[in-house]
């Protein structure tokens, strides 16, 4: 499956994760509330849940008319407005809370994952597989707020790529795969 297509029509998002969309940045708020009402998300309220699908609808008009960057900004602003456990202290449990936070603000049915397959705190590189129907770019945000947290207060130079020898999202696969330095 490609991005913007959910793996379950029965998904369900919690409000306070689409709010995200609006609160990410103040610049723009008026047109990314009227594109999810659009979508029929009005009148969010945080402990609701919400049809994932039509949330992806709204994300693949922001991607085609506003631009993948509005999207990575997104993605920067969920680890604030989204649940996360208190626990999280290193950079490794924060990559790994990712996918516990996605599945505490997701329900019934097949929703995908995030998942750290490498992780090597000596070479200071982790490998992420995100398998799930959201756009890359916004999942390229979210790992990126992370690692800036989360990185040793020594690491200077940090980067988030998607590894381009593996199959993506923005191909047509199922999943895309980052390359986590720091």
């Keep these: 499956m490609a991005q913007f297509v959910s793996y379950d029509p029965n998904v369900k998002v919690n409000g306070q994760t689409i709010m995200s969309v609006v609160n990410a940045m103040e610049f723009g708020q008026e047109t990314r509330l009227n594109i999810l009402k659009k979508h029929g998300l009005v009148n969010i309220n945080a402990e609701e849940w919400y049809d994932q699908q039509k949330w992806l609808n709204a994300f ?6 506003i631009g993948e960057n509005t999207l990575y900004i997104i993605g920067k602003a969920i680890p604030a407005n989204a649940k996360f456990p208190p626990e999280i202290d290193t950079l490794e449990k924060a990559l790994n809370a990712i996918d516990v936070a996605y599945h505490m603000n997701h329900t019934k049915g097949k929703i995908g994952n995030y998942k750290v397959t490498e992780f090597d705190a000596e070479k200071r590189q982790a490998i992420m597989v995100c398998d799930n129907p ?15 947290r989360f990185k040793p207060k020594d690491s200077t130079k940090y ?24």
Excluded: A
Aim: net charge neutral; proline share 2%; hydrophobic share 30%.
């Design 60 to 65: 693949k008009e922001i991607y085609n008319n």
């Design 134 to 148: 959201y756009p890359s770019d916004f999942d390229r945000g979210i790992i990126t707020t992370m690692l800036v």
């Design 159 to 182: 980067s988030v790529t998607l590894d381009d020898s593996k199959g993506s999202r923005l191909k047509g696969g199922d999943s895309c795969t980052y390359i986590i330095k720091w």
